[in-house]
């Protein structure tokens, strides 16, 4: 069975080479669900390749046993947020079909953020499509469609080839698990087909990884004493959100490991900071662990400084020697 792709442990931007045998067109399915509808795209466009996003592990647990199954070599689903993959793993010009079928409303105000159809994504999506190449999106939320149409029809580098504001029946298409479900319940679905046009557009690069965050210090408590002092601690740096959540001390070691959640704009982390000490008494280095395939983002460097930064508060002797950070 191949590896199992997230957004942390795949090349940035991807190496298309080292995921399909062979190269093709390829096409993103964002919020693939239970994978029937991007299995489908794999068996139908042996021509293509596939790549699937997908934000639930359910989901793609279910999507990869059905490609297993079924032997498709040509199509790779990705654990991934869409707004991570459009910044980290897919390059400018190289994508030549979107598919986004029935994507989550998030209608509430406070949620409007996690909504996908969006200035800033729709400008992503036209940055990472080839020239001619489609973007097809489906919903049956009247609300949601009347947004998308604002959205892409005034989206620079987008056209509608559609002479209405979408269509309400694609004919020969392959219904997805929520298409069948509006059906069944006697609802149809609002289909948007849009093509990249001549127009130039922005192409922000893709977001790389920094060098190894780490910084050295100096503290008069040793890490259980440090670690028995700790408190989940909240901050915000300009559009960083860095939580430290829990600390856990390695007396043996006089080391200690710092449970951190980095929220940046376009990527969340998961991992663990470590405290190591050095040769002279009372020096540690403070630096990012390799912990659920942490990647060395600006969020991480500020992450870094953030451990950092709390042990020099803990003693009137503590301090930061040396910062090999970013910023
Ligand atoms: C309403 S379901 C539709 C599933 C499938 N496309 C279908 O039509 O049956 C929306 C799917 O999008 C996924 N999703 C939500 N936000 C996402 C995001 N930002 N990036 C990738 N997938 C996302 C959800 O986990 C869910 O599987």
């Known amino acids: 069975m191949p590896r199992k792709l997230n957004y942390l442990n795949v090349s940035w931007p991807l190496d298309f080479t080292s995921l399909f045998p062979e190269q093709r067109a390829l096409l993103v399915e964002i919020g693939f669900g239970n994978g029937d509808y991007l299995v489908n795209l794999a068996r139908t466009r042996p021509d293509a390749n596939v790549i699937g996003l997908e934000i639930s592990s359910q989901a793609m647990d279910k999507a990869e046993r059905k490609i297993s199954q079924l032997g498709l070599r040509n199509v790779r689903p990705i654990h991934s947020t869409a707004e991570t993959a459009l910044a980290h793993l897919l390059p400018p010009e190289s994508v030549t079909e979107f598919h986004i079928n029935f994507p989550d409303p998030w209608f509430k105000k406070k949620h409007s953020r996690r909504r996908l159809i969006k200035r800033e994504t729709a400008d992503m999506l036209a940055s990472r499509m080839v020239k001619d190449g489609t973007l097809?999106?489906?919903?049956?939320?009247?609300?949601?469609?009347?947004?998308?149409?604002?959205?892409?029809?005034?989206?620079?580098?987008?056209?509608?080839?559609?002479?209405?504001?979408?269509?309400?029946?694609?004919?020969?298409?392959f219904r997805s698990k929520y298409e069948a479900?509006?059906?069944?319940?006697?609802?149809?679905?609002?289909?948007?087909?849009?093509?990249?046009?001549?127009?130039?557009?922005?192409?922000?690069?893709?977001?790389?990884?920094?060098?190894?965050?780490?910084?050295?210090?100096?503290?008069?408590?040793?890490?259980?004493?440090?670690?028995?002092?700790?408190?989940?601690?909240?901050?915000?740096?300009?559009d960083i959100h860095i939580a430290?959540?829990?600390?856990?001390?390695?007396?043996?070691?006089?080391?200690?490991?710092?449970?951190?959640?980095?929220?940046?704009?376009?990527?969340?982390?998961?991992?663990?900071?470590?405290l190591s000490p050095r040769e002279r008494p009372g020096e540690y280095i403070v630096k990012m662990t390799g912990l659920?395939?942490?990647?060395?983002?600006?969020?991480?460097?500020?992450?870094?400084?953030?451990?950092?930064?709390?042990?020099?508060?803990?003693?009137?002797?503590?301090?930061?020697?040396?910062?090999?950070?970013?910023?």
């Open 136 to 173: 097809l999106l489906a919903t049956d939320i009247l609300a949601y469609a009347e947004l998308a149409h604002e959205t892409l029809s005034s989206s620079r580098g987008l056209s509608n080839t559609l002479g209405t504001p979408w269509a309400r029946d694609l004919p020969g298409r």
């Open 181 to 238: 479900k509006a059906y069944r319940e006697g609802r149809r679905a609002y289909f948007f087909l849009y093509n990249r046009n001549s127009t130039a557009v922005a192409h922000p690069a893709i977001i790389k990884e920094l060098d190894m965050p780490h910084l050295f210090l100096y503290s008069p408590l040793d890490a259980a004493a440090l670690v028995a002092r700790f408190e989940t601690s909240r901050g915000r740096h300009g």
């Open 244 to 274: 430290l959540l829990r600390a856990y001390a390695d007396p043996r070691r006089d080391a200690a490991v710092f449970e951190v959640v980095i929220e940046e704009p376009t990527i969340e982390q998961h991992t663990m900071i470590s």
């Open 292 to 327: 659920g395939h942490a990647r060395p983002t600006a969020g991480m460097h500020r992450a870094v400084a953030a451990v950092g930064d709390w042990v020099a508060t803990q003693d009137e002797g503590a301090r930061v020697l040396e910062r090999k950070l970013r910023g």
